[in-house]
């Protein structure tokens, strides 16, 4: 059974960083495509950033603010956040992607808040 747990958000002033990070369970990286999405209020949820095969992919919203990585000894994935603004309050999901005989699967961690304010 797949399981991810997501933890390290917080509140933090504009400019400050943070780091996230995704415990998984029940997958390996070299499996899967690793994610991680946010929502803010009111809005729909999006994607933020990809890792796969030691590849990256960033939206333009975050890109060279944000870096996504992962710890295959730890089986844990990161994403690390500088130079935050308010816009970047919200919600920061981890994403697990795995083919399954035919059909992609999605699994959801449970969401940790991220709040940019001063």
């Known amino acids: 059974q797949v399981q991810l747990v997501e933890s390290g958000g917080g509140l933090v002033q504009p400019g400050g960083s943070l780091r996230l990070s995704c415990a998984a369970s029940?997958?390996?990286?070299?499996?899967?495509?690793m994610s991680w999405y946010r929502q803010a209020p009111g809005k729909e949820r999006e994607l933020v950033a990809v890792?796969?095969?030691?590849?990256?992919n960033y939206a333009d919203s975050v890109n060279g603010r944000i870096t996504i990585s992962t710890d295959d000894a730890k089986n844990t994935v990161y994403l690390k956040m500088n130079s935050l603004k308010p816009e970047d309050t919200a919600v920061y999901y981890c994403?697990?992607?795995?083919?399954?005989?035919?059909?992609?699967?999605?699994?959801w961690g449970q969401g940790t808040q991220v709040t940019v304010s001063s």
């Open positions: 029940g997958l390996t990286f070299s499996s899967a495509v």
């Open positions: 890792i796969s095969g030691g590849s990256t």
């Open positions: 994403n697990a992607r795995r083919k399954v005989l035919s059909l992609f699967v999605n699994h």
